[in-house]
């Protein structure tokens, strides 16, 4: 049961870290499965405490999720419980069992990874030759059987040029939305690739003249959480109001081990707990749990987020972008309406 006032929108849940490709910007480097993964029957009665939280969409996600050999007896549990299911994969495996699997299911969408708009880009990214080639098979497979497909771009300085070229592959597809974010300093990706300030308002201007330009606007491409914020200039290129990080106040995320956070892109400093020795419903319902989001104060914010007239409803940004750039929270300065700020001065 439900007894926090936090109602649990979304759960992204890393089921496994075994991976076939070997993608320079993981985050948690995966590639081979961890030794203390949840077991199928640990990984039922969390679908289970899901339900009991009133969960409205589980997202099953890696290392690559359909390399797991149980994914789809845990994808139909989520199924029957009543729960969205959506994923989050590489689009390597082009196998018909697969798409047969995923077209009973009927997930919400599922969300392919292309971060280039040329094969020799994605291919070096992506660490394997032929993942380009593959990705965009998966994702026409997925489009004839009529699942939504959203297409997620990390940008960064390898891949930052090529975004006009992918826009003209991805333009005219059906049942497709694209969602672009930044690529965060995280497990094996190199800090010099981190895209300047700069870069990152070019990017916000990039997606804002395809909505303008597309019949379907935001429907075909957003940003994502990082993407922001409170542009004087720019449209609102989320898709939604920005209202602070939403990590532990409406979203949910699972690593392979159990361990619970807020955010499918936080670090271990964000740990609130493993599922092995308090249930997710417990860690969910505790009062103390995700104190940075759920016992903000403005004292809180620092630097440029102190003084912003933002300040109370942004919370200063994205989590997770804020402590990769700067070591602290809620003070991100991968926003609009602080780079519009300096650029007057």
Not at 196 to 215: D, L, M, N, R, T
Request: net charge neutral; aromatic share 10%.
């Amino acid at each position: 049961m439900n007894n926090s006032r936090y109602q649990l929108d979304c759960a992204s849940w890393e089921i496994t870290l075994k991976c076939n490709l070997k993608c320079i910007h993981c985050e948690f480097s995966a590639g081979k499965p961890q030794p203390d993964e949840l077991s199928t029957q640990e990984a039922i009665k969390l679908c289970e405490d899901l339900h009991r939280l009133n969960c409205k969409r589980v997202i099953l996600m890696g290392g690559e999720p359909f390399l797991r050999k149980d994914w789809y007896r845990v994808s139909e549990k989520i199924k029957d419980l009543g729960m969205q299911l959506a994923f989050i994969s590489n689009g390597y495996i082009i196998d018909k069992n697969l798409f047969n699997l995923l077209q009973k299911l009927e997930p919400i969408y599922i969300g392919v990874s292309i971060d280039g708009g040329k094969a020799e880009t994605h291919d070096y990214i992506r660490g394997v030759k032929g993942s380009f080639d593959r990705a965009l098979r998966f994702i026409d497979s997925c489009i004839e059987l009529g699942i939504p497909v959203i297409v997620i771009t990390s940008v960064h300085k390898l891949n930052i040029k090529e975004l006009p070229i992918l826009r003209d592959i991805l333009f005219d597809k059906e049942n497709l939305h694209w969602k672009i974010q930044i690529t965060d300093v995280e497990g094996r990706f190199p800090k010099k690739y981190l895209i300047s300030e700069e870069e990152f308002y070019w990017v916000g201007e990039f997606i804002a003249s395809i909505q303008k330009q597309h019949p379907r606007g935001e429907k075909f491409v957003t940003g994502a959480h990082d993407m922001g914020y409170h542009s004087s200039i720019l449209p609102n290129l989320l898709g939604f109001e920005w209202n602070g990080c939403p990590a532990g106040l409406s979203l949910l995320a699972i690593r392979s081990n159990g361990d619970i956070s807020g955010c499918a892109s936080l670090g271990p400093r964000f740990n609130e707990g493993n599922i092995r020795e308090r249930s997710v419903v417990d860690i969910w319902n505790d009062s103390d749990a995700f104190a940075y989001n759920r016992k903000f104060k403005m004292e809180d914010l620092k630097g440029y987020c102190k003084r912003c007239r933002y300040a109370k409803s942004c919370k200063g940004g994205c989590t997770e972008t804020s402590y990769m750039a700067t070591g602290h929270i809620h003070c991100d300065p991968y926003c609009f309406h602080r780079i519009e700020q300096q650029r007057k001065t």
